[in-house]
C-alpha cells in the first residue's frame, strides 16, 4: 500500500516517492493513448510500478437558439 493518494487522480502518481507527472498523456501504455496499463519507471525516484490509465466519457448538451430544427 502506497502513502500517497494513486487512486483516480488527475496525473500519474509514483506509489514509491510522490512524483507527480505533470503530463502523463506522454506515457505509452501498451502502444495505446487510450485506456490501458503497463510497467513505467518513476521519473523521479527511478523505481518501476504499474500504471492503469482510466477514461471516464461524459457528454454535454445545450439547447439551439431559435428553438426546435425543422
Known amino acids: 500500500m502506497s502513502d500517497f493518494a494513486t487512486d ?8 514509491s516517492c510522490g512524483y507527480v507527472d505533470q503530463d502523463p498523456w506522454e506515457i505509452e ?3 495505446s493513448f487510450g ?10 525516484c527511478g523505481e ?4 492503469t490509465r482510466n477514461i471516464s466519457i461524459t457528454y454535454s448538451s445545450e439547447k439551439m437558439e431559435g428553438g426546435r430544427h425543422e
Not at 483516480?8 to 506509489?15: E, I, K, L, N, R
Not at 490501458?36 to 521519473?43: I, N
Not at 518501476?48 to 500504471?51: G, K, N, S, V, Y
Open 8 to 15: 483516480y487522480t488527475a496525473h500519474a502518481v509514483c506509489p
Open 48 to 51: 518501476e510500478f504499474r500504471l
Open 35 to 44: 485506456e490501458g496499463s503497463g510497467d513505467v519507471e518513476c521519473y523521479s
Open 29 to 31: 501504455l501498451g502502444g
